[in-house]
């Protein structure tokens, strides 16, 4: 009772030392603290002690934003209770064991702010662990046996903690330390001088008072400058394309100009002129999708094949008019309004010949009038009258068979009326064939008379 009288009135008088320097400055900042929580303790001497109660009480001063001092008192209690047999000595018994430490510690706090409200802690210091054991022993042979005992030694603690502050002046708070301590004492018949030795971990309240702490200094404001990062001339808060590269230029929302509305900014825009309302590619440019330079726009004929000549409205060609176009054309000078086949050659339409035969059928007669009244109607066209025939039998057969089919329709298109002037005959065999002479269509395809304008009558 001694000793706690003693270390109550010094930390009294610490205290009272302390608080005049919550009043000498603004800055000054000093706190009381309460806290409560468990004793466990550690060493060998104290195994089979309970885990038991720790109380502290502390004053502290805060000397800057991230160093204090305090000064706490404290209440530790732990108890064991054995229980044996010793025939020679005691007999059966029951032994209970209880040591109560007060430290008056003098604590050093390295604080670590994390934001306006929390902050975390570490902590080193020392002090006196003054420490009382009562010992009481219930034994069958020597009755009942009492025994106390103190000591005042010297010990060290480290530990960390946080604090959250809930107002200015109330702050929450959680600490764990291990000390260390030797007392030279007899805390039980058979046992002396024990390390007390132990975690102590408690939660608490604290109340500062007398001044403000140290804050931290408020950051200049930082007045903005408008910004133009990109350097197009338009300010970033009304720029609309913040990323334009240098040296493009720019409307006035800061995205690049596209003159001809295109959807292709004037700095890739290849074809910079583009009417409104086509489409482009990529490039600006008008789609052509068959590649045959005629833009799709205007392609009236958008599917042309790759490599087929078109005219300017994009379809393919026929030179000759006479509506097979001229890469399908076999006979490309064909004159217009002559009769052609599906290879684009002037032919007697449905004029064909038997098998090995050059006589005219007098149902072909009629077709045959049809070339006559042609031939009215271009009267300074002068033309070659092809015969052809198909590849059965020997060539030179087939070259004498073909002559005389052409001889035959010229013979009838004089009868007409026709200048033999302006006519020629000419066989071929069948060196030109038309069709497949593969097939019984193809080989009568093949045996035919077809017409030629001579070259000189071609413009």
Request: hydrophobic share 30%; with cysteine.
């Amino acid at each position: 009772m001694k000793i706690l009288t003693v270390m109550t009135i010094t930390l009294t008088a610490l205290a009272i030392c302390l608080f005049p320097l919550s009043v000498t400055g603004e800055e000054q900042t000093n706190y009381f603290t309460m806290r409560g929580g468990i004793y466990s303790p550690e060493s060998d001497d104290l195994e089979g002690f309970d885990t038991g109660s720790a109380l502290e009480i502390a004053f502290g001063h805060y000397f800057n934003r991230n160093f204090a001092l305090e000064l706490g008192l404290g209440h530790l209690k732990t108890d064991a209770l054995f229980s044996g047999s010793d025939p020679s000595y005691l007999g059966n018994f029951v032994e209970n064991d209880e040591i109560t430490i007060m430290p008056l510690t003098l604590t050093a706090k390295g604080l670590y702010p994390l934001n306006e409200n929390l902050e975390l802690y570490g902590l080193v210091g020392g002090g006196l662990y003054s420490a009382d054991s009562e010992s009481s022993i219930s034994s069958s042979l020597l009755g009942k046996i009492t025994r106390d005992d103190s000591n005042i030694p010297l010990g060290v603690h480290i530990g960390v903690g946080f604090n959250y502050s809930i107002t200015p002046r109330l702050s929450l708070g959680v600490e764990g330390k291990h000390f260390w301590a030797n007392a030279e004492m007899n805390y039980s018949p058979a046992q002396n001088d024990p390390d007390l030795d132990g975690y102590i971990i408690t939660a608490g309240v604290s109340f500062s008072f007398g001044g403000k702490r140290e804050q931290e200094p408020p950051s200049p404001e930082v007045v903005s400058l408008p910004k133009d990062s990109d350097r197009d001339g338009i300010l970033d808060d009304s720029d609309k394309c913040p990323g334009t590269p240098a040296g493009v230029k720019v409307d006035n929302t800061g995205c690049p100009l596209d003159s001809d509305g295109d959807g292709v900014y004037d700095d890739i825009d290849e074809c910079p002129g583009t009417p409104a309302g086509i489409r482009v590619d990529r490039s600006g440019c008008p789609l052509d999708n068959d590649g045959d330079g005629v833009y799709d726009d205007r392609d009236e004929c958008p599917d042309t094949p790759k490599g087929v000549r078109v005219d300017q409205k994009g379809c393919p060609m026929d030179s000759d008019g006479d509506g097979v176009i001229d890469t399908l054309d076999q006979c490309p000078r064909t004159p217009k309004g002559a009769t052609v086949n599906e290879y684009g050659c002037w032919v007697c339409k449905d004029v064909n010949f038997d098998f090995d035969k050059w006589n005219i059928k007098p149902e072909y007669y009629p077709n045959l009038d049809m070339q006559v009244d042609f031939f009215k109607r271009n009267p300074d066209m002068t033309v070659e009258i092809q015969g052809h025939t198909d590849n059965i039998g020997p060539k030179e057969y087939n070259q004498g068979l073909s002559e005389k089919r052409a001889k035959a329709v010229m013979n009838y298109l004089v009868e007409k009326g026709i200048a033999k002037e302006r006519l020629s005959a000419k066989g071929y065999g069948f060196s030109v064939p038309m069709a497949s002479n593969d097939t019984k269509e193809g080989r009568a395809k093949n045996r035919r008379v077809q017409f030629s304008v001579c070259d000189d009558e071609m413009p």
